[in-house]
């Protein structure tokens, strides 16, 4: 399959925002499960946010909620994250992943092992 390719991570101080984009434009008709994942050094990855893609159902993590969105374009090929009022706790390697097979809305939740197929990648600082 066409890899997964994160886009927009980088350093913002505390309180800023950051936009992240994902293309699974590779993964239309494989999945309609999508997620956002992170791995902060020395701590084992953990889900951020699903979206099942067709019913636009939405599962955040409860240390995320209120303040990152997960969203796909009109087009439904590119994957978004957008996160405000970083911390510096959200400081990490955000992933996105794509699941296997079409499943329904509530089963579609940011949980490691259901998912298939990863990016590679992109930091995100939060620091003063």
């Known amino acids: 399959r066409v890899p997964l390719v994160e886009s927009g991570g980088g350093s913002v101080p505390p309180g800023g925002s950051l936009r992240l984009a994902c293309d699974v434009s590779g993964y239309m008709y494989a999945t309609n499960c999508v997620a956002w994942f992170r791995q902060a050094p020395g701590r084992e990855r953990e889900g951020v946010a699903a979206l099942h893609r067709k019913d636009g159902d939405t599962k955040y993590a409860d240390s995320v909620k209120d303040r990152f969105t997960i969203s796909q374009d009109d087009a439904k090929t590119t994957l978004y994250l957008q996160m405000t009022s970083l911390k510096p706790e959200d400081t990490a390697t955000y992933y996105c992943?794509?699941?296997?097979?079409?499943?329904?809305?509530?089963?579609?939740?940011?949980?490691?092992?259901?998912?298939?197929?990863w990016g590679q990648g992109t930091q995100v600082t939060v620091s003063s």
């Open positions: 992943a794509a699941g296997e097979g079409l499943i329904l809305p509530a089963y579609c939740s940011a949980v490691v092992e259901d998912f298939e197929y």
